[in-house]
């Protein structure tokens, strides 16, 4: 208990006095997270939802293989990203390795797995309810999948969050591509990894602390974000303005006329 | 005359179910076609059938391919946007400039009597009413065949009526009708030919008055007797 509340307090005077390392380690995390979300999702959100609606001969396999990829260690990711990477392998050109890039990037690999099953789910079961009225309005089969993922955007902001959480949480990939170089690659779960093998536990527990209110105050921003525009959405103005030529011609119709 | 449709011993199948069998018909043009039989007779699959979007498995099916279509189902899906964006969708899918594409949605929105809810999220609005703006996404495409799989159905005997009057009202315009319904009164006074489908197969094909004053096989009279008890 003694270690619980000894951690708290150091998590809050950590915050208060705004030790500049440790802005640095949090913003790094936010921005590695940040980045590696959004190569993900723009290729994640895609992928699932023209998953989510296409059929294909081997579309079993294949979401057999994606699901599966859900539950990648982060290590494994690490140690591929790496091999990737390394001066031998087949981007060792890029001289990534223990760069933010290479962080971004074993990110990117580890939640895009995520993004797109999640989405894939998401509209398959939206095509299952409502995409033959799509198609019957004429959209083929990959516009289908874009207009029902403009449709679900909201629900498709929890996938978001699910993919931020899996990337700033996770420290295996992290630590294996980025070598937790101090004021280079060094991020919140390196340092924890860090100070747990130096024994300050209390400091490992507050940067904990500290994930975890990051992570929530993020959850609170999207909440908030996905709240004010379901209600600008949801607004309803009494009468919309009708052009007098529309009017016009709706006296001009009266009730023959119906088809054109 | 070349007609509308021209099916011959359709069959369709889901897995094991035979939703349709060696179904025969011929659809003109101007018909008011009524299609009624109990749940699971295969009514909603011979409408998609027609629409287009469940390919028979066997039999031959041919349609007019010139003649444009336009489906309405029994519970429309309306995106979260506004009234006529959702009314406009249909008609940018089909090849309009957007701007255009709202424009004419306006119109079509006059045309069920919304114009004034165009700024509206669609969502929001009622049973009835969405019906109405999905009858004006359908009726904007300009189809000169309009299918609808029981339209008024959850609907309060208000929004029946207007969508009925509508109906009526695009028949009038020389549009052709093809309706699936449970509401028998409704039948009488839209159809001018009925269809009395049991478990898939086409069991009885008349002219309105003649299928509820005629002799009628014996399934369908049982139904007929059923349903206006």
Known sequence: MNTFSSSASTAFSLITSLDPTLAGIVLRSLAVSACACAIACSSGLLLGAWLGVSRFRGRGAVLAVLNTALALPSVVVGLVVYLLLSRTGPLGFLGWLFSFKAMVLAQAVLVLPVVTALVRQTIEDADRSHGEQFQSLGARRFMRSLILLWDERYALLTVLIAAFGRAISEVGAVMVVGGNIDGFTRVMTTSIALETSKGDLPLALALGILLLGVVLLLNMLIALVRRWREQLDDRLPDVAPVPASVLAAQSAQGVQGAQP | ?229
């Open chain 2, 1 to 229: 005359m070349k007609p509308l449709f021209n099916l011959h011993a359709v069959g369709v199948q889901f897995g094991k179910f035979r939703a349709l069998t060696a179904c025969t018909l011929r659809v003109e043009a101007g018909e008011r076609l009524a299609l009624v039989g109990s749940n699971g007779s295969g009514k909603s699959t011979l409408l998609r059938t027609l629409h287009g979007l469940v390919r028979p498995q066997s039999g031959g099916f041919w349609h007019d391919a010139q003649a444009r279509q336009a489906m309405l189902f029994q519970r429309p899906y309306m995106l979260r946007a506004s009234v006529l964006n959702n009314v406009a969708l249909g008609l940018w899918l089909n090849g309009l400039p957007w701007k255009q594409a709202r424009d004419q949605a306006l119109q079509a929105l006059g045309r069920v009597g919304l114009a004034d809810l165009a700024g509206r999220n669609a969502k929001a609005l009622s049973g009835g009413q969405q019906q109405r703006v999905a009858l004006a996404r359908a009726w904007a495409l300009r189809p000169q065949v309009l299918l609808l799989d029981e339209p008024t159905a959850s609907l309060d005997p208000t929004a029946k009526r207007e969508v009925e009057r509508l109906m009526a009202e695009f028949a009038d315009g020389g549009m052709t009708l093809i309706f699936s319904s449970h509401n028998l009164g409704q039948v009488k006074r839209l159809a001018s030919r009925v269809i009395y489908l049991e478990h898939g197969r086409l069991v009885a094909d008349l002219p309105t008055p003649d299928f509820f004053n005629g002799p009628l096989p014996a399934a369908a009279e049982h139904f007929l007797k059923g349903e206006l008890a």
